[in-house]
């Protein structure tokens, strides 16, 4: 699922070309793309654009006077800049967005379609979107240790909970929790405050240059391999190779469709951590340490 940095990468590139235009037509292919029936998405067309910004994990294009397309990619879903006004084909082109200076083409990859379209009127509407997760690159340390405290959780999913964090999800927070030398399932009332310090700071590091390094390698194209698995991630989809750190093989728990990567020697003081499944398995032939 495209997190915070790529979604950031698509908010500066397509604001750098829908900003001030006018969208003249949505042709959608799949009707479950579209979630919402009131305002009907007719009343979108020939509108102009206003601003293009991120909300969470989603893309809010903003439509004068005040409309709001709010547009979820969910795990497959990706968005492509086409200069003409390109056919809707195939089962994975979902929707394409007219402008006069070329069209956004939205497609989803896999059998499970769960991208969304929603246009809402108000900022009311648009605030019922809003998961409300503080914003990583903008709060306070203060800020920060109160959101992730508010329950006691594992530090894995008090990153990714859209509620306490916007915008991190599987892969970026496997990085975050690398770079703060931190297990996953580490509970967010064990920390001490060096530790609490470490999270702040590896969270706002890593975000901050990932975002910075997609948004130069895509200053004259479009972005198009947006994907959860980078050239130059520590941990994040690198199971079984040596941490660039320490050298230890990476480690994984599996979960029913996605999985955390983490490194034992950095991380867990050479612990390995039960995997859901695995470990089950294997009982006591689980081999508990490197």
Not at 50 to 55: Q, W
């Amino acid at each position: 699922m495209p997190e915070l940095p790529d979604i950031d990468v698509y908010v500066a590139r397509i604001g750098e070309r829908v900003r001030g235009q006018v969208l003249e037509d949505i042709r959608v292919s799949k009707p479950f793309l579209v979630r919402s029936f009131e305002p009907p998405l007719e009343e979108s067309r020939g509108r102009m654009v206003r601003s293009v910004h991120r909300l969470g994990k989603r893309v809010v294009i903003e439509l004068k006077p005040d409309y709001w397309l709010v547009l979820h990619l969910m795990v497959a879903g990706r968005l492509h800049w086409h200069a003409d006004r390109p056919a809707i084909r195939g089962r994975h082109q979902l929707a394409a967005f007219d402008f006069s200076n070329g069209s956004l083409l939205l497609t989803e990859a896999g059998t499970k379609k769960r991208a969304s379209l929603f246009l809402v009127r108000g900022e009311e509407a648009l605030a019922t979107h809003d998961p409300g997760g503080i914003e990583p690159l903008e709060c306070s340390i203060t800020e920060f240790l109160n959101a992730i405290e508010r329950e006691n959780r594992t530090l894995k999913r008090a990153l990714t909970n859209p509620r306490t964090i916007s915008g991190i999800g599987n892969a970026y927070s496997d990085e975050i929790l690398h770079a703060a030398r931190l297990s996953p399932v580490r509970l967010t009332s064990q920390l001490n405050d060096d530790e609490k310090t470490r999270l702040y700071e590896a969270m706002q590091e890593v975000l901050a240059m990932w975002r910075d390094r997609l948004l130069a390698e895509s200053v004259d194209q479009f972005p198009e391999k947006v994907t959860a698995f980078r050239e130059g991630m520590t941990v994040h989809g690198r199971f079984g190779n040596p941490c660039p750190a320490c050298g230890a093989k990476v480690a994984r728990i599996c979960y029913k469709s996605s999985e955390t990567n983490y490194c034992p020697g950095c991380q867990t003081g050479g612990k390995v951590l039960a995997d859901r499944s695995l470990s089950r398995l294997l009982k006591d032939d689980w081999p508990g340490t490197l």
